[in-house]
């Protein structure tokens, strides 16, 4: 008999999961879909506190994410990074004493050991101020990080298999049934076989899809709700040299970023829709695409069209219903519920969430799940690497170096984007590599057999869209051609 089912492969699902393995616990992860294959690979790739949550009041939310850039800057270096964010500032939409207070605050909310605090800078000339129009003269800077987010979740379902949890991708939760001792739950695999799993309790991580969860297949039907908000991104071609972001204030009070993205690319989000129905395959709308070009054209010197955007993603962020009308302004934090009808089977279902927090949130589960488990060791994970991220000294530039030099036959390009995606696992594709034939076939940009072959093995990837859009973002690189091929490829393992 399992300790905990877990129901849901996004972040807070697989975080979960390594937190409560390292505990002594037996876990299986369930996702009916890939990992991160909704919610938790459509963000906008941002550890980050929030700076517009302070204008909402959200400041325990804020402090806990400050809090958090530093522990995973030091646990993931090889997909998370410090990353400069420019403000240009426009009066009329808010004073220049506000922001720089707003920035003063962040500061100090947090811990911060290794980004740097905030300052007012001018944008005429070259730097900070190439690409925007040149009558907007004056910013402001400050740090945040930048996140792999689909590799996030990735290395977390990793390291909780290492540590003895079973992840099953592709596998459904179908039906539970509660009984004071425990729980059946039947999962359906992409076969269409069903298996009857007993475990002591269940986790509800299935985000967008939790109050549904509750109500239909656990029959456990809860008041809770969820406001479903539909968040899209657009990716153009790179819009500025340099390697900050921009934060940008809209006219209607909310903030877009321009981020730099995979090194020929600028990202560009997000938007915020209430959508009523569950999310499947969310999809952009031209109406989101018109808004974004139109809220990055305020503050560029050559506007962009909706024809220049080249890829999209959205996704929807199941927050918590607190009663808030404007989308904007409903709370990022997470909301757990905690159901102890019967103490032996609890219930533990999360509502809302950020992916900057959900370390903290996995901890936060598991002290709730606590007089359930009296056997579970304490809180660790905080203090050790994830997958890929036990460099020395957390340095990441040291490492990707270190790595160029001992494959040097191999495209410099190589070894580094291994690195940054892979950390000290990269070793475990390159092997004894000396040429780039030992690798096998090349489908384009850095992509090679070899990575492949690692990452059905060891992270459960299965389709081309697994590869090629959430363990890499080689997609972007490909033409149609070569994303065949991969698929092609794959189906040749089957």
């Known amino acids: 008999m399992l300790d905990l089912i877990i129901i849901g492969g996004g972040i807070n699902g697989a975080g979960i999961a390594r937190d409560a393995a390292g505990r002594g616990l037996k876990v299986l992860l369930c996702e009916k879909d890939d990992l991160a294959s909704h919610t938790s690979s459509a963000s906008s790739k941002l550890i980050h506190g929030g700076l517009r949550y302070l204008e909402y009041y959200e400041f325990r939310l804020v402090a806990e994410a400050l809090s958090e850039r530093e522990t995973l800057l030091r646990i993931a270096p090889h997909i998370i990074w410090p990353l400069e964010f420019v403000m240009p500032h426009v009066p009329e939409l808010r004073p220049a004493?506000?922001?720089?207070?707003g920035l003063l605050l962040y500061d100090h909310l947090?811990?911060?050991?290794?980004?740097?605090?905030?300052?007012?800078?001018?944008?005429?000339?070259?730097?900070?101020?190439?690409?925007?129009?040149?009558?907007?003269?004056?910013?402001?800077?400050?740090?945040?990080?930048?996140?792999?987010d689909a590799r996030l979740v990735a290395i977390n379902a990793r390291a909780a298999a290492d540590l003895g949890a079973t992840i099953r991708t592709r596998t459904a939760c179908v039906a539970g049934r509660r009984s004071p001792d425990g729980w059946e739950i039947d999962l359906r695999d992409a076969a269409g076989n069903v298996e009857t799993v007993r475990a002591k309790g269940v986790v509800n991580a299935a985000g967008p899809w939790v109050k549904n969860l509750l109500d239909t297949e656990l029959q456990q039907p809860t008041r809770a709700g969820v406001k479903q908000i539909k968040g899209s991104h657009i990716v153009v071609k790179r819009l500025f040299?340099?390697?900050?972001?921009?934060?940008?204030?809209?006219?209607?009070?909310?903030?877009?970023?321009?981020?730099?993205?995979?090194?020929?690319?600028?990202?560009?989000?997000?938007?915020?829709?209430e959508v009523r129905d569950l999310p499947?395959?969310?999809?952009?709308?031209?109406?989101?695409?018109t808004y974004l070009c139109r809220a990055a054209n305020r503050y560029l010197a050559r506007p962009?069209?909706?024809?220049?955007?080249?890829?999209?993603?959205?996704?929807?962020?199941?927050?918590?219903?607190?009663?808030?009308?404007?989308?904007?302004?409903?709370?990022?934090?997470?909301?757990?519920?905690?159901?102890?009808?019967?103490?032996?089977?609890?219930?533990?279902?999360?509502?809302?969430?950020?992916?900057?927090?959900?370390?903290?949130?996995a901890e936060s589960v598991l002290?709730?799940?606590?007089?359930?488990?009296?056997?579970?060791?304490?809180?660790?994970?905080?203090?050790?690497?994830?997958?890929?991220?036990?460099?020395?000294?957390?340095?990441?530039?040291?490492?990707?170096?270190a790595l160029a030099q001992r494959y040097p036959e191999l495209p410099a390009s190589y070894p580094r984007a291994l690195a940054r995606r892979h950390g000290t696992r990269a070793g475990q594709i390159l092997g004894s590599a000396a040429a780039p034939a030992d690798l096998g076939t090349h489908f384009g940009?850095?992509?090679?057999?070899?990575?492949?072959?690692?990452?059905?093995?060891?992270?459960?990837?299965?389709?081309?869209?697994?590869?090629?859009?959430?363990?890499?973002?080689c997609g972007l690189h490909l033409n149609q051609n070569e994303r065949d091929a991969v698929a092609a490829y794959l189906a040749t393992r089957n």
């Open 445 to 473: 940009d850095t992509l090679y057999a070899a990575e492949i072959d690692y990452l059905v093995a060891s992270e459960w990837a299965v389709t081309a869209d697994d590869i090629l859009w959430r363990r890499t973002k």
């Open 241 to 273: 040299p340099g390697a900050h972001a921009f934060i940008l204030q809209n006219d209607d009070k909310r903030i877009v970023f321009m981020i730099p993205y995979e090194g020929e690319f600028t990202l560009i989000g997000t938007t915020d829709i």
């Open 280 to 289: 499947g395959a969310a999809a952009i709308t031209p109406e989101e695409v």
């Open 304 to 361: 962009i069209a909706p024809a220049d955007v080249v890829w999209s993603y959205s996704g929807v962020r199941p927050l918590y219903d607190d009663g808030q009308s404007d989308p904007s302004a409903i709370t990022r934090d997470y909301t757990l519920v905690l159901d102890v009808a019967y103490p032996q089977s609890p219930l533990l279902s999360v509502f809302g969430g950020k992916i900057t927090t959900y370390r903290r949130l």
């Open 110 to 148: 947090g811990k911060r050991e290794k980004l740097p605090g905030s300052r007012g800078i001018t944008l005429r000339g070259a730097g900070y101020g190439e690409g925007i129009r040149a009558d907007i003269d004056k910013g402001f800077v400050y740090a945040d990080c930048w996140v792999d």
């Open 97 to 101: 004493w506000m922001i720089r207070a």
């Open 367 to 401: 002290d709730k799940l606590r007089p359930s488990f009296p056997h579970m060791t304490g809180s660790w994970t905080g203090a050790r690497a994830l997958p890929g991220g036990d460099m020395p000294g957390a340095d990441f530039e040291a490492f990707a170096l």
